[in-house]
């Protein structure tokens, strides 16, 4: 939950920055600066998604097939 509202607090700041006053160099230079920190917050979640997802075959021990009666 503090990943989705550091999103939601970036996204709040970039929707008022433009009407904030600073100059354009000021301006540049915080949209520059957001950018970066949104990168890496994606860059974060990505590697963490990556971590969590499972890589090998889910094998389930109380399933069995009907295929070999001979046995």
Known sequence: MKKART???IAIW?????????PSFWKNLF?????????YLSYLLYKE???KKPTEKVV????????N???
């Open 31 to 39: 949209f520059t600066i957001t950018g970066l920190v949104l990168i």
């Open 7 to 9: 999103f939601l607090i």
């Open 49 to 51: 998604a990556r971590i």
């Open 69 to 71: 009666f001979k046995e």
């Open 14 to 22: 970039i929707t008022i920055l433009p009407y904030l006053g600073f």
């Open 60 to 67: 389930f021990d109380n399933f069995s097939e009907n295929q």
